[in-house]
């Protein structure tokens, strides 16, 4: 049994709820918010230092390894603060939610309290007795009176906002604790850290989940798992990175390979080796050796402000095609950046599903239903990420090609609204919908005489069709089935004013 609170106390504690300063809650709201905004981009931005102390030609020796350690602490604290904010952030939100609950039903009930037949604090005592419970059983809820009502309902909140109110105040602390001399680093030393994601996040708490890590438990998950760290949608693209070069190296060493797969490795090292020494940025940010699957992006997915994903079609795999497929994203990425030479530029070759081989499974829906998943989970990483990381989303645009429009059609499908600013249909075989289907506020497609397949209708809809909805781009009328990427026709120059968001007239 509780103890009952005093009737008189109810009183006077809604009277104190109805005198509440909500506004001014609202604005504490509003403080805390706009620092809990910015704190992730400051952390990224520290965190970028913390790893760039890591590379090889950066500054050495007693005085760095120093800086380094501090800094790695200066992370870890940074790590902690960040969700101890936004846990606090989340309570502190209920709380001003709760408290407009209580201070408004509390108003209500003051005022509502003239008309009872008994002062209220008696009614809210007979509302607690076997009677009154008896009379709810016999003449239903309507036989409370409103002010008694109200006043319950606001107590009530009241109760809630106080509770949101010590978990925000914990939620703090925790962080507090955390921040120490040593802190996270010292749990990480001592072996505490998980290092391994729980099982089964969707890219948005993936993202969730590597923000929590301190620099220093994300470098060392790198390490030390980076199957993990380099497959899992929602990591940003410099984790992933690292990750897969780090198990790119370990499959090209290991004697006990596959040969199918060293000789895959090989092809991604080649083409990783030249972009390097042509001096331009590249991230592996797929290697699924196994699986046949390879995602590789030529510029910075983490800062770009215009993202390209080129999905292929059939008949092509990493060890055969990679360098193709690659040489139409580089394209296309120049393509965007002589039609707006401001925003940066990165455009990905993604062969980020089992593509079709035969005529069966050229002809049916299988591998695009499977790569439809990939697709759209790999899109939300992308914006998953980025906001985690507290930078703006890039505008993202999907190039679909012959069968890899199939995926994209299956990864609109998939639940929640597809990730993407624009799709371009390159010689679709069909939609199963319109375009308005694709989810997407910018549709696009390219087909022309020359290209069979973009008449056959296999899979639905003819994208060029006036019914389905689509805004053509430019196509020569010889153009043949795999030559929308030309460098001498007209629909890659179109397809880079899409990427950077200039519609083509």
């Known amino acids: 049994m509780t103890t009952p609170v005093a009737p008189q106390d109810d009183v006077l504690r809604l009277q104190a709820l109805a005198a509440w300063d909500v506004p001014a809650l609202r604005a504490g709201l509003h403080a805390l918010t706009a620092l809990d905004d910015g704190f992730p981009a400051w952390r990224t931005r520290l965190d970028a230092v913390v790893r760039a102390l890591e590379d090889e030609g950066c500054w050495v020796g007693p005085a760095a390894a120093q800086a380094g350690r501090l800094l790695l602490r200066l992370s870890s604290a940074a790590a902690a603060a960040d969700l101890g904010f936004a846990t606090s952030r989340a309570e502190c939100a209920h709380l001003v939610r709760q408290v407009n609950v209580a201070s408004g039903r509390a108003a209500t009930a003051l005022a509502l309290a003239p008309d009872l037949p008994v002062p209220l604090d008696a009614a809210l005592a007979h509302d607690g007795t076997l009677a009154a419970a008896v009379d709810r059983l016999v003449l239903g809820p309507e036989s409370v009176a409103p002010a008694v009502a109200m006043a319950k309902e606001a107590l009530a909140a009241a109760a809630a906002a106080e509770a949101a109110a010590v978990r925000a105040e914990a939620a703090l602390a925790s962080a507090g604790a955390h921040a120490g001399p040593a802190g996270r680093l010292d749990e990480l030393d001592s072996g505490a850290l998980p290092l391994e994601p729980p ?150 070759a993604w062969l980020g599903y089992r593509a079709p081989h035969t005529v069966y499974s050229v002809t049916n829906r299988r591998a695009a239903t499977r790569g439809g998943a990939a697709l759209d989970a790999a899109l939300d990483g992308l914006a998953a990420a980025r906001t985690m990381a507290g930078v703006p989303r890039p505008r993202t645009t999907v190039v679909g090609h012959s069968y890899g429009t199939v995926v994209l059609d299956e990864a609109a499908d998939r639940q929640g609204r597809l990730a993407a600013d624009a799709v371009v249909l390159l010689g679709s075989p069909g939609m199963e919908d319109d375009a308005a289907g694709l989810e997407a506020p910018e549709v696009y497609d390219a087909a022309s005489p020359a290209d069979p397949v973009s008449w056959v209708g296999w899979f639905g809809a003819e994208t060029w069709s006036r019914a389905f909805g689509s805004t053509g781009l430019p196509a020569d009328p010889g153009t043949g089935h795999s030559q929308y990427f030309d460098r001498d026709r007209p629909t890659l120059a179109a397809m880079g004013e899409v990427v950077v968001g200039r519609p083509p007239d």
């Open 199 to 348: 099982a089964g996040l969707d890219p948005r708490e993936a993202a969730r989940w590597w923000a929590s890590l301190s620099s220093a438990a994300q470098l060392a998950l790198v390490d030390t798992a980076p199957a993990t760290v380099g497959s899992l949608d929602g990591v940003p693209a410099w984790a992933r990175d690292r990750a897969n070069r780090h198990a790119l190296r370990q499959a090209i060493e290991d004697p006990r390979a596959d040969d199918g797969q060293r000789a895959t490795a090989r092809v991604v090292a080649a083409l990783l080796a030249a972009e390097e020494a042509a001096g331009r940025a590249a991230q592996l940010h797929l290697l699924d050796l196994a699986g046949e699957r390879v995602a590789v992006a030529f510029g910075d997915l983490d800062t770009a402000a215009a993202v390209a994903l080129v999905v292929p079609g059939m008949n092509v795999s990493p060890g055969d095609d990679l360098h193709a497929v690659a040489g139409d994203a580089r394209d296309l990425a120049a393509s965007a950046s002589r039609a707006d030479p401001g925003p940066a530029v990165a455009a990905v």
